[in-house]
């Protein structure tokens, strides 16, 4: 077991009317001005009239930052933290997915004109915390709201990029099932399969410890019994708080982790077709569990264990190949694309794949099994 440690945000609140602490927080922090950060898709969904509503209840002004696009490059998080630090908040909401919820974070430490985003993509290190932060996640899936990452693009590496550092970890977070209620069927499916792969890699990392165990196998619990509930049902509202809660403790697992190979082989999908996350990520999760099998048989039956109850008459074998089954089972389910043919992907594709997904070290050194360049080649093609 390696090394574990565990850092969260500061303060989480959950459950019916947890959006009404939004003036509590405000007034403890003595906070002046915010910055509201969403998009638009969000502002134009109306998930932003509860938590402005709280804001105004609170008499703290605040300047409403929504031009960011799904999936935003280095440059257009840049765009939008410079426009932050124009209007001298000391406080920032974000409200949204995991690209809003991770510029408001990179805007928490880019307060400064000694470094921007650019520069922490080089060295993540330089990141120091300016104005804290309150996380409210839209979506059920990429758990930002509990990790210290933030993703961008990088166009001309045709690559999505992880800036890493614990500063960027959130102050609170609210985790409302009336801000994921709405959610339409095909995000809901996508993100909540990308909590689902946070779960699953993070409990089958080298990095895996007692901590990320906790979280990991605790999400992988919820999300295998609410998943498909969630996405197909408007009004499954208990299946869907347990997906936030889910998306939230796979994202602590992060945190404590890491992912592998799943997201080291789906960077270069968003960073160059402009896939979304969630979906790349369901189309590699299988091909490349069912790779990583051998290594991590004994880790994916111990989970099948925990989550649906030791069977005397499976073996390890054959526990580990209902687990990966059951995640198949459930990508089919939500109608989630088994390949890239729709994407315009191709194999005249191939190697520039392999190369990109092949650079993202910090994920693939996570693997159970090391991923060569003709293992990544055979995965893509899976695919292709």
């Known amino acids: 077991m390696s090394l574990g440690s565990l850092k969260m945000p500061g303060c989480v609140y959950t459950g019916a ?20 950060f969403a998009d638009k898709g969000v502002s134009d969904a109306g998930l932003l009239a509860v938590p402005i509503s709280n804001i105004e209840k609170s008499g703290v002004p605040y300047t409403l930052l929504n031009d960011l696009p799904p999936e935003p490059t280095y440059v257009q998080a840049q765009k939008l933290v410079d426009q932050c630090k124009e209007i001298h908040a000391d406080f920032i909401v974000a409200v949204g997915g995991g690209s809003v919820l991770d510029t408001a974070k990179l805007a928490s430490v880019l307060m400064t004109d000694a470094y921007d985003v650019k520069a922490l993509l080089d060295n993540p290190k330089l990141a120091e915390k300016f104005c804290k932060t309150l996380m409210i996640p839209t979506t059920s899936g990429t758990g930002s709201e509990a990790t210290p990452n933030a993703i961008v693009a990088v166009p001309e590496k ?29 995000i809901a499916a996508a993100t909540g399969i990308d909590a689902l792969a946070h779960a699953v890699e993070c409990y089958t990392s080298n990095k895996a410890n007692s901590f990320s165990d906790l979280f990991a196998l605790e999400a992988l619990k919820r999300i295998l019994s609410s998943i498909e509930k969630a996405c197909d049902d408007r009004e499954a509202l208990a299946e869907k708080e347990s ?3 889910a998306s939230f403790y796979a994202g602590v697992a992060i945190t404590s982790s890491g992912t592998t190979a799943v997201h080291a082989l789906s960077y270069p999908l968003g960073g160059k077709y402009h896939i979304a996350h969630g979906v790349s990520n369901a189309i590699l999760l299988a091909p490349v569990m069912r790779f990583n099998e051998p290594a991590c048989r004994q880790r994916l039956a111990q989970a099948y264990d925990y989550c649906f109850g030791a069977d005397p008459q499976l073996d390890t074998a054959a526990k580990s190949a209902a687990m990966i089954g059951r995640i198949e089972e459930i990508v089919r389910h939500l109608d989630i694309p088994a390949d890239l043919k729709q994407f315009g992907v191709t194999m005249d594709d191939l190697e520039p794949l392999v190369e990109a997904g092949m650079g993202v070290t910090r994920l693939l050194n996570n693997n159970m099994r090391p991923v060569t360049a003709q293992d990544a080649r055979d995965i893509y093609r899976q695919v292709l």
């Open 17 to 36: 009317g947890a959006l009404d602490q939004i003036p509590v927080i405000l007034q403890e922090n003595q906070v002046k001005k915010i910055a509201l």
């Open 158 to 186: 045709e690559l999505k990029v992880g800036i890493v550092n614990e500063r960027m970890i959130a102050d609170y977070v609210i985790l409302d099932a009336a801000m994921v209620k709405s959610m339409p069927r095909g």
């Open 243 to 245: 997906m936030q809660i």
